[in-house]
């Protein structure tokens, strides 16, 4: 019965590659999000989506494309991968508040 | 130009103490604040949060303070159990819509 899922939880990927990454939330959330955890730790938002439609987009590169097929799921795909896209990616979900429930991360390592 | 600071990396109390958590912020327009926990290789939990118009929200053993007119607030756990040894980390919204934005953590140790 998790709340949000991700999948995989570990991707270890060449640079150059595509890949993807799968968020899926049970708890009836209208709005999901992608985090980027960088080496530092911060936590940055990538992407935000509101039963379905993009509302947040903040500066990222368009390697990156996030897809909702519907409002439970949110995917995150990436072309072209690179060293500095070695992160931590985090699904969170929220409705209405503030207050955003998160996945439990997904590590992506590019060598 | 981190809008969130969390200037302590790191803290370490005795079990059975208070452990006081301190974030300060820049941006005027933020009116929510909001404190997540996160153990290793887990997501950030919600923990407590404090709407700008409040000067305090309490939570069984987590206490949220926060003082406007010094951008400053603060998450006080008492009493400390080991239980509580993790990251901690600040987020603030309000001028985006649900964006937030979070400070960079403090890690907590609480030894017993």
């Known amino acids: 019965d998790t709340a949000v899922s991700q999948t995989p939880k570990y991707l270890v990927t060449q640079m150059g590659n595509d890949k993807s990454i799968k968020c899926e939330q049970n708890?009836?959330?209208?709005?999901m999000y992608w985090y980027k955890q960088d080496s530092k730790k911060f936590l940055k938002i990538m992407f935000s989506?509101?039963?379905?439609?993009?509302?947040i987009n903040e500066t990222v590169p368009n390697r990156f494309s996030p897809k909702s097929p519907d409002k439970a799921h949110l995917n995150l795909h990436i072309n072209s991968l690179e060293l500095g896209d070695s992160a931590v990616y985090f699904c969170a979900s929220s409705l209405d508040s503030y207050e955003q429930y998160f996945g439990p991360g997904t590590r992506l390592t590019v060598t | 130009d981190q809008q969130v600071k969390q200037n302590s990396p790191s803290l370490s109390v005795q079990e059975g103490r208070i452990s006081i958590l301190n974030c300060d912020y820049t941006n005027s327009m933020f009116d929510y604040f909001l404190w997540y926990k996160k153990y290793p290789a887990e997501g950030p939990t919600f923990l407590i949060s404090?709407?700008?118009?409040?000067d305090k929200n309490e939570d069984g053993r987590f206490t949220v303070f926060l003082n406007k007119s010094a951008k400053h607030l603060s998450l006080h756990i008492v009493p400390s159990q080991p239980g509580d040894s993790a990251v901690y980390f600040c987020?603030?919204?309000?001028?985006?819509?649900?964006?937030?934005?979070f400070g960079a953590g403090t890690i907590l140790r609480v030894k017993s």
């Open positions: 404090i709407s700008s118009i409040k």
């Open positions: 987020a603030a919204a309000g001028e985006y819509g649900n964006k937030l934005v």
């Open positions: 708890l009836g959330h209208d709005t």
């Open positions: 989506y509101n039963n379905k439609e993009l509302i």
